[in-house]
């Protein structure tokens, strides 16, 4: 039975310690020279309708040192950007690849895609969830504090697909999630999963950061949305700087997808400062999603 991973909750808690365990494993490797290449042979299909730059390259890089092939697919390019159908192209691409790596607007194209193929689906982004992007972080937060269980988040900022993402991870971990963002954009409350007693819904953002292990901001503008003067002035207030990182009263570790723009959702202090850990949770996802790859592909 092919294995899809389309949303933070489709691994078990089983699989996201292995998954960790595996990681760190193929991340010393890497680091010790030493090559692990169990995808030899393996096409991953990488398909982009939306910029990146970590989400690609990881992918990529990732598949060739597992000993694999990574193949950019630009939508707009294949037959799919002509109107294609979703499911004719799932169909047609399980038959060259063992995988396809998809960032795309809708989630539920996404479920189709993965409903159609008879190969593993990664979702790399949607407008919804980034659950990649979470799996890799709750690794890099594990390898700085030593575990996951019993920390506070507080993601301050806009409620995106990338907040959604750590709603979910209240599901798997027990994490208490504080989530401060101006009303408007703030997580839909019908949109939580049932673990919504560990998830607070705030519009103070030093509240949220109070005692908070981990401070997380995103853009303020998601790909696909249009800017917005208004949202911005609306986001200032939550900005991450030195004096929210002081509320949290405590040493507190300070992370971000990226991109980011300093001056906008933190400060150029804070981002570059001892507190930020934002480029070794950039590297984590290489190593995290070649653990992914190596599990979902073999
Ligand atoms: N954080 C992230 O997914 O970055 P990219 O958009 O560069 O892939
Ligand atoms: N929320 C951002 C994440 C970028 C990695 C976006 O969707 O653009």
């Known amino acids: 039975m092919k294995r899809d991973f389309l949303k933070l909750n489709d691994l078990s808690r089983d699989e996201f310690e292995a998954l960790f365990e595996k990681s760190a494993e193929v991340k010393d490797k890497r680091v010790r020279n030493i090559p692990h290449q169990p995808l030899k042979g393996k096409s991953l299909g990488m398909i982009f309708e939306k910029h990146s730059t970590r989400t690609r390259i990881s992918f990529e890089v990732g598949m060739f040192e597992l000993g694999g092939h990574g193949l950019l697919l630009d939508s707009r390019q294949m037959q799919l950007g002509r109107g294609e159908s979703i499911e004719d192209s799932a169909?047609?691409?399980?038959?060259?690849?063992?995988?396809i790596m998809i960032r795309t607007y809708e989630f539920e194209k996404v479920e189709t895609l993965a409903r159609h193929a008879t190969i593993p689906?990664?979702?790399?982004?949607?407008?919804l969830n980034h659950p990649v992007q979470v799996l890799c972080d709750l690794?890099?937060?594990?390898?700085?504090?030593?575990?996951?269980?019993?920390?506070?988040?507080?993601?301050?900022?806009?409620?995106?697909n990338v907040a959604y993402s750590w709603a979910m991870a209240t599901l798997i971990f027990d994490i208490q999630l504080s989530v401060a963002?101006?009303?408007?954009?703030?997580?839909?409350?019908?949109?939580?999963?049932?673990?919504?007693?560990?998830?607070?819904l705030l519009e103070d953002p030093y509240r949220a950061v109070k005692d908070a292990d981990v401070i997380y901001t995103d853009v303020w503008v998601s790909m696909g949305q249009e800017e917005s003067e208004a949202k911005i002035e609306r986001l200032k207030p939550y900005q991450i700087n030195q004096n929210l990182v002081n509320a949290a009263g405590k040493e507190v570790l300070v992370m971000h997808c990226l991109p980011a723009?300093?001056?906008?959702?933190?400060?150029a202090d804070v981002l570059d400062g001892p507190c930020s850990i934002v480029f070794d949770q950039a590297e984590n996802r290489l190593h995290v999603q070649k653990a992914l790859m190596e599990k979902l592909l073999t």
């Open 121 to 127: 689906v990664i979702n790399g982004l949607t407008d």
């Open 261 to 267: 723009h300093r001056g906008l959702e933190i400060t």
């Open 139 to 160: 690794f890099t937060i594990r390898e700085k504090r030593g575990k996951v269980d019993g920390i506070k988040v507080a993601y301050v900022g806009d409620g995106n």
């Open 91 to 99: 169909q047609v691409l399980s038959r060259y690849l063992h995988g």
């Open 181 to 200: 963002c101006p009303g408007m954009y703030q997580l839909k409350k019908e949109d939580l999963p049932e673990t919504s007693a560990r998830i607070e």
